[in-house]
């Protein structure tokens, strides 16, 4: 068996390093996120009581406006499970070329995760490679419910 890793650099001057065949899921989350809902309250395969081993779990969608301008989704939480990591791996830190689409790249504004759903959809196998058919596919989905106004705005979830 081949051995993979997920890097992922913390800081300018840390690392983490985790062995991707070691975990049946990987859950990433914003170091300042405080969850107020219980785990069972939420919308995505994660809160099952076995998940999906194909699912992606992404925290929530952007505003509507937001979403439909560029699938803007939430950068506070992602659950990979064993089967898309390879992908997940692959895909942060990179940038579409041309494009505005960005998954936490140090050259795109605010080098944050709101695009990374551009991104993961065709590396993780998305019919069409588009995020239309990725979320009809049932391949992602959202553990809370939209934001109505902003990303940060205030909700039950968190």
Same mark, same amino acid.
């Given at each position: ?6 890097? #992922? ?8 390093? #985790? ?18 809902? /219980? ?41 990979? /499970? ?14 579409? /070329? ?8 140090? !050259?795109?504004?605010?080098?944050? !995760? ?10 993780? !196998?998305?019919?069409? !490679? ?15 419910? /939209? ?12």
């Amino acid at each position: 068996m081949v051995t993979r890793t997920l890097t #992922l650099t913390l800081s300018s001057t840390s690392t983490l390093t #985790l062995t991707l065949t070691r975990y049946d899921m990987v859950i990433l989350a914003r170091h300042d996120v405080q969850l107020l809902s /219980p785990l069972d309250r939420w919308a995505c395969s994660l809160a099952q009581p076995r998940f999906s081993p194909t699912v992606l779990s992404v925290g929530s969608q952007c505003d509507q406006r937001a979403w439909r301008s560029f699938n803007c989704t939430s950068d506070l939480l992602y659950a990979v /499970p064993r089967a898309l990591l390879d992908a997940f791996s692959r895909t942060i830190g990179t940038r579409a /070329p041309g494009r505005e689409h960005c998954c936490f790249s140090g !050259g795109c504004l605010g080098q944050g !995760g709101h695009g990374c759903l551009n991104l993961l959809a065709p590396a993780m !196998g998305a019919a069409g !490679g588009t995020v239309a058919s990725f979320v009809a596919a049932g391949q992602v989905d959202f553990c809370w419910p /939209p934001m109505h106004f902003k990303a940060s705005e205030w909700n039950h979830f968190f």
